[in-house]
């Protein structure tokens, strides 16, 4: 297992962007994929995006294709979830995992990722 840090949460309004970042604290490996997954209040975590490190292939959930994007950024070994034209349904804790052994295409499945963050607050205000 791998510790992960989140962080870029926040407070914002509707139409508005949001950048999150995870990090392992070890470091990555070609070997990972990680994933961004959210929970809302009285609601099922759910898969939002995914990354494979090896092939940088990516997956995403239908409700945020074409406004959020998930990169890497080999030379500081962080994830990034790019999130734009923010609704107020985003609204969730955001947590990254990571699939210790998924080098070439990203699970949708939380079954699949071994380690995961603490989670970061977003906050959509309408």
């Known amino acids: 297992q791998v510790q992960l840090v989140e962080s870029g949460g926040g407070l914002v309004q509707a139409g508005d962007s949001l950048r999150l970042s995870c990090a392992p604290s070890e470091g990555t490996s070609s070997r990972y994929a990680i994933g961004w997954f959210r929970q809302a209040p009285g609601k099922e975590r759910e898969f939002v995006a995914a990354?494979?490190?090896?092939?940088?292939?990516?997956a995403y959930a239908d409700s945020v294709k074409g406004r959020f994007t998930i990169s890497r950024d080999n030379a500081k070994n962080t994830v990034y979830l790019q999130m734009e034209s923010l609704k107020p349904e985003a609204t969730a804790v955001y947590y990254c995992?990571?699939?210790?052994?998924?080098?070439?295409?990203?699970?949708?499945?939380?079954?699949?990722?071994?380690?995961w963050g603490q989670g970061t607050q977003v906050t959509v205000s309408s």
């Open positions: 995992a990571a699939d210790l052994n998924a080098p070439w295409v990203p699970s949708r499945s939380q079954r699949n990722y071994d380690s």
């Open positions: 990354i494979a490190w090896r092939s940088g292939s990516t």
